[in-house]
Structures are given as structure tokens and as C-alpha cells.
T-cell receptor, first 114, second 114 residues
Framework: AQKVTQAQTEISVVEKEDVTLDCVYETRDTTYYLFWYKQPPSGELVFLIRRNSFDEQNEISGRYSWNFQKSTSSFNFTITASQVVDSAVYFCALGGSSARQLTFGSGTQLTVLP | GAGVSQSPSNKVTEKGKDVELRCDPISGHTALYWYRQSLGQGLEFLIYFQGNSAPDKSGLPSDRFSAERTGGSVSTLTIQRTQQEDSAVYLC????????????FGPGTRLLVL
């Protein structure tokens, strides 16, 4: 069975602070896929990034960066210089060869205060 | 291009009535998924379609829930004899070829059963 844990239920920061959202996963698949989605107040899940298990290279996209570490089964997400528009619920998700679905974490509510 | 669309956006119904929720995937996407998002349960997988067939129905919570997909495109999720615990946001997603690919989500249908 697959499992995703987002231990941080809610995080509140002041604008321009950096913030890291944690994601820990469990899977028996040797090939798997990790995702981050953003859910703003409008409700739609917006795809942010995908990382394949065989590609441990970290990625940076503007103010967003992701740190994938197989040794600790973690896929953490950092927002640098946060902005009010970053306020949303962020979900980490796991897919793999043994499951035809995504397994989602419980989400982290990020609030960025002006 | 157009993303995943869902209708209706909101649905209020009375307990015991049947409801139909519609999903129109991204053009050319052969895989389609239904998920449910509720306060107590987070994001739960319901069913996966590859073309018109559903190789994974493991998430459907009861036999009151059914789904079909026609023409490899539009899908309908039907809930018969609705119960109050069916109140949730029903999310549809699609991916290009299969479950190993990135899923893109629609805006969801908010269902309230009175």
C-alpha cells in the first residue's frame, strides 16, 4: 500500500519569508512518481511539479524549489520570498506501477500574511 | 487549450434522490479519473477509466455509485439514493495515456445532500 504524510496541517508566514512544506511517502514500488498540487480558495487542483523515482535531480522554478531524497523518502517543497497569492492548500501525491490512482497526503494549508 | 471541465459546479439535492455529475476531459486524453474530496476523508480515489473501460473501480464506496464513459471522452458519475455522507466535492482528472502520467484536474462539482 502507498502512503503520503504531510505532517504540517497549517503553516502561517509573513510575506517574503521562505517556507518549506514537508512530504514523506511510503511505497513498495521500485518505479513511482511524486507530485505537488496547489489548491487555491477557488478549489481547483493545479499541477505544480512531477518527479520520477529514477530522477533524483532537484528542481527550481522561479520562487519554487523541490528537494527529492530517496534515502529519507521525502519530497519537500520550498517557496522562497512567499507572497500572499501563495496562500492555498498544497497537496503532495504519489503514483506508482502498482496503483492506477494517486495517493494524496492530507494537505498543508499555507497562509501568507501581508 | 481547454482544461478538464465539470458540470454542474454546484448541486444541492435531497436525500434519496439520484444525481449525475459530468466530466469532460482534456481533448486527446485517454485516461480519466474520479476522486472525492471531503472534510473528514481528504482526497479519495473513486474510479479510473482507460478509454471506455474501467479497469479500476476499487474506490467506489458502495453500489449506489456508478460511472460510465462514452466515446472515450465524456464521463458521468451517478449516485443513486443519495445520502448526507455523499456530500463532498467530486473531482475529475485526465491524463494523456495512462495512470503513469500526470493527472490534470477539473474545478470539481460541489454536492450537498440535504
Amino acid at each position: 500500500a502507498q502512503k503520503v504524510t504531510q505532517a504540517q496541517t497549517e503553516i502561517s508566514v509573513v510575506e517574503k519569508e521562505d517556507v518549506t512544506l514537508d512530504c514523506v511517502y511510503e511505497t513498495r514500488d521500485t518505479t513511482y512518481y511524486l507530485f505537488w498540487y496547489k489548491q487555491p480558495p477557488s478549489g481547483e487542483l493545479v499541477f505544480l511539479i512531477r518527479r520520477n523515482s529514477f530522477d533524483e535531480q532537484n528542481e527550481i522554478s522561479g520562487r519554487y524549489s523541490w528537494n527529492f531524497q530517496k534515502s529519507t523518502s521525502s519530497f519537500n517543497f520550498t517557496i522562497t520570498a512567499s507572497q500572499v497569492v501563495d496562500s492555498a492548500v498544497y497537496f503532495c501525491a504519489l503514483g506508482g506501477s502498482s496503483a492506477r490512482q494517486l495517493t494524496f497526503g492530507s494537505g498543508t494549508q499555507l497562509t501568507v500574511l501581508p | 487549450g481547454a482544461g478538464v471541465s465539470q458540470s454542474p459546479s454546484n448541486k444541492v439535492t435531497e436525500k434519496g434522490k439520484d444525481v449525475e455529475l459530468r466530466c469532460d476531459p482534456i481533448s486527446g486524453h485517454t485516461a480519466l479519473y474520479w476522486y472525492r474530496q471531503s472534510l473528514g476523508q481528504g482526497l479519495e480515489f473513486l474510479i479510473y477509466f482507460q478509454g471506455n473501460s474501467a479497469p479500476d473501480k476499487s474506490g467506489l464506496p458502495s453500489d449506489r455509485f456508478s460511472a460510465e464513459r462514452t466515446g472515450g471522452s465524456v464521463s458521468t458519475l451517478t449516485i443513486q439514493r443519495t445520502q448526507q455522507e455523499d456530500s463532498a466535492v467530486y473531482l475529475c482528472a485526465s491524463s494523456l495515456q495512462g495512470y503513469q502520467e500526470t493527472q490534470y484536474f477539473g474545478p470539481g462539482t460541489r454536492l450537498l445532500v440535504l
